[in-house]
């Protein structure tokens, strides 16, 4: 299996980051009200939750080149070529010898 090159290597690792902050549950503060109902006791105590959204956290776009996209392409095709010629191939000597 073929080294990763350095680009790679940091395409994944922002990889790894997106999923580590996209996994990350949104912050709920809590708070307490009284509740206004007729009791003995007088103080009943609730618990309201309210989403906050961190305004420090920053997403970096990650940007590639379409050059690279159409030579993954170009050796997927080619792969996928010899792989189909390979089954007809092994399935015309399957008729002749078997």
Known sequence: MPKKTKREKIIAEYRRK?????ARPQKMEMTRE??????????????????????????????????????????????LGLTGLILIGQIIIWRVIG
Request: aromatic share 6%; net charge negative.
């Open 34 to 79: 009284p509740l206004s109902v007729p009791s003995t006791s007088g103080y009943v105590p609730t618990f309201t939750l309210t989403q906050s959204v961190s305004k420090n956290e920053s997403h970096e776009v990650l940007s590639l080149d379409p050059q690279e996209f159409l030579a993954i392409k170009k050796d997927l095709i080619r792969t």
């Open 18 to 22: 997106l999923l580590v902050v996209s």
